[in-house]
């Protein structure tokens, strides 16, 4: 169904109402297609959005990591936060219960995390 026949209302035709009310269209190639796609995944953005940033002559900063090698310090990142999360949790029931704090497992799983840290600074610089 096209936009004219869903703003008829009462017999009268409405103007769609848009941010932007001017529409540019144009053809690309196959190959053209995939660089475009591949670059605005890359900068994590529809193509849309790419290609009208472009035409406007935006700056577009290539990200230092790319999708793959991203996923991956995210997953490392969120192992790191379940790390430390179960730590707290012994820490916690430890401290209602009057227990005492095993200092050695405690500095230990530390500086675990600690190097786990390093070696993701390590990759972002």
Do not use: C, H
Request: aromatic share 4%; proline share 4%; hydrophobic share 30%.
């Amino acid at each position: 169904m096209s936009e004219q026949n869903k703003s008829v209302a009462s017999g009268k035709l409405r103007k769609p109402v848009r941010k932007e009310p001017k529409q540019i269209s144009f053809r690309v190639s196959e190959n053209e297609y995939s660089k475009l796609k591949q670059s605005a995944e890359t900068l994590n953005m529809s193509v849309p959005q790419f290609v009208k940033s472009k035409a406007q002559g935006s700056r577009l900063v290539r990200p230092k990591f790319d999708k793959e090698t991203r996923t991956q310090i995210a997953k490392e990142l969120s192992g790191i936060g379940n790390n430390l999360n179960q730590i707290s949790r012994v820490l916690n029931i430890k401290t209602q219960k009057n227990e005492d704090i095993p200092n050695e497992d405690l500095i230990r799983n530390f500086n675990i995390l600690r190097e786990e840290v390093n070696k993701l600074w390590r990759s972002l610089n």
